[in-house]
């Protein structure tokens, strides 16, 4: 009980650290400074890192590097009364001869992008799904299910288990009463009926089945759960297109952190993974997009009866890709974007595509929020160099967090190890409809928060940016706003 209270505070306190800590009162200019020269430090680790890019100048020293002149490593360290600050980062800036707008917006899925998609993790199998109709006495279950269902809820009564249902525990005489009389009415077999492979998107105000296909498509004697929704309206921007695998028993999710030792690493062969995403990627015909990072996943279920994670959680590793701009990658960040502010009534998602393997194959493929993109010009953007970066982060992680930890008791320890250069979508203050794509430094870390009891709570999962910075005035981003 103590650990989970722990837990409870921590990310108490850590969202109200992400809500009060970025604003727009940390935006001024006037509070732009220049830094010391610092030192070199060591390389980073490759599992959680950034993949796409380069360290330091280019080959010819020109472009973007020498613009920047960002040195190989950053090593800073900084203490207030309350925050103690650490940087030991290479610093990684991508190949090119510079950076250029883009105008970003919401688009919605095509039949051309099913098709593709569907032809290379599907190979173009038909969709099918039972008949929810011909089977609604029994809620869509056969007897077969039901009669194991019965069998479990049997047991758990026998063994002294609770059943929970919406918050109140119900007695399982009444539960296993209810499933007997859905027993009357079920079929032997399901009964299965062709869904058409159509995607479609009409636009309105509400939520449209017209605008989701949902089905199940069978390969090599694997069922796969296909769901495309296209529900995009000004008032809800997030879609997605997923195909997952039916053996999974539950939604793939970054391992929590400090769980990675329980991942037998060895189920999988991360090269050779990694060559097949990329290849599906290829013949999906994403050649837009590149890969930006990998981690593992678990499928994280709760046993209400046991009060324990269920012992059907299974382990992925899994690749997260996103967009290039002309051979420059969108940074990848752990942040969806759906943070809202000031009353506003939706948020805008930022785009992203992974790829999960288990042990058996490919578990999940998930594409959300899809971006249309247009170049606004050819002409390169200016960029500040590092140096005042710099100076405006060695100020500003300051005062990103002081205000609320001089109320609230409590020590921060953040310790910085990459900074990354690369595109990010950003968008004016209540304009969900439209965004841009401008040059970003990210300052990758984790963060470790000291109660006044002495307890210590970190959050350390891989791509958490912990302080965003304009690359063109050195203005702060909030990432999980989007501006």
């Not at 020498?66 to 190989?72: I, K, N, S, T, W």
């Not at 029994?138 to 269902?149: K, L, N």
């Not at 140096?387 to 930890?405: A, P, T, V």
Request: aromatic letters at 10%; one cysteine or more; glycine letters at 8%.
């Amino acid at each position: 009980m103590k650990a989970r209270k722990g837990m409870i505070f921590f990310i108490a306190v850590m969202t109200a650290l992400l809500v009060s800590g970025c604003n727009d009162n940390v935006q001024t200019e006037e509070e732009i400074v220049t830094p010391k020269q610092e030192e070199e430090a060591e390389d980073a680790g490759d599992l959680g890192g950034q993949e796409e890019g380069v360290e330091g100048t280019d080959e010819n020293g020109e472009g973007i590097a020498q613009q920047v002149q960002a040195p190989e490593t950053y090593v800073w360290e900084e203490n207030s009364d309350t925050i103690s600050v650490k940087v030991n980062a290479p610093v990684i800036v991508p190949k090119g001869e510079g950076f250029k707008t883009f105008q970003v917006t919401a688009r919605t899925y095509t039949q051309e992008d099913y098709d593709r998609i569907s032809q290379t993790i599907l190979k173009g199998a038909t969709l099918w799904d039972r008949d929810y109709e011909q089977m609604e006495k029994s809620h869509g279950f056969t007897r077969e299910e039901i009669d194991e269902a019965i069998a479990n809820f049997e047991a758990n009564k026998a063994n002294g288990g609770k059943y929970e249902n919406t918050g109140k525990n119900v007695d399982y005489d009444e539960v296993i009463r209810e499933w007997e009389a859905l027993r009357e009415g079920a079929p032997e077999e399901a009964i299965i009926i062709d869904v058409p492979s159509v995607v479609s998107y009409s636009p309105g105000e509400e939520y449209s089945e017209e605008n989701r296909l949902s089905g199940y498509a069978t390969v090599d004697g694997e069922n796969y759960l296909v769901s495309v929704d296209n529900n995009l309206r000004d008032d809800w921007r997030w879609i997605t297109f997923e195909v997952s695998a039916e053996r999974s028993k539950g939604n793939f999710t970054p391992v929590v952190a400090g769980d990675e030792t329980g991942v037998d690493v060895e189920q999988f062969p991360i090269k050779e993974l990694k060559d097949e995403a990329e290849k599906m990627m290829a013949d999906m015909g994403f050649t837009e997009f590149t890969a930006a990072g990998d981690e593992f996943f678990r499928t994280y279920a709760w046993n209400e009866e046991l009060e324990a994670l269920s012992e059907y959680n299974q382990d992925g590793y899994g690749l997260h890709f996103t967009r290039t701009l002309e051979g420059i990658p969108v940074t990848y960040t752990n942040s969806e974007g759906t943070a809202m502010e000031n009353n506003a009534d939706t948020s805008w998602p930022y785009e992203k595509l992974d790829i999960i393997f288990d042990t058996e194959g490919i578990a999940d493929f998930k594409w959300s929020n899809p971006y249309s993109i247009e170049k606004l010009s050819d002409e390169t953007v200016f960029l500040i160099p590092f140096s005042d970066i710099q100076g405006i982060f060695q100020e500003m992680i300051f005062k990103k967090y002081d205000d609320f930890l001089e109320a609230s008791d409590v020590e921060l320890s953040l310790e910085i190890d990459e900074v990354h250069l690369g595109y990010m979508r950003v968008m004016d203050k209540g304009n969900v409809m439209e965004g841009t794509m401008i040059p970003v430094w990210d300052f990758f870390g984790s963060e470790t928060i000291c109660n006044h009891d002495g307890e210590t709570y970190t959050n350390n999962a891989p791509y958490t940016s912990c302080l965003t910075i304009n690359a063109i005035d050195g203005t702060i981003i909030d990432r999980d706003l989007g501006y």
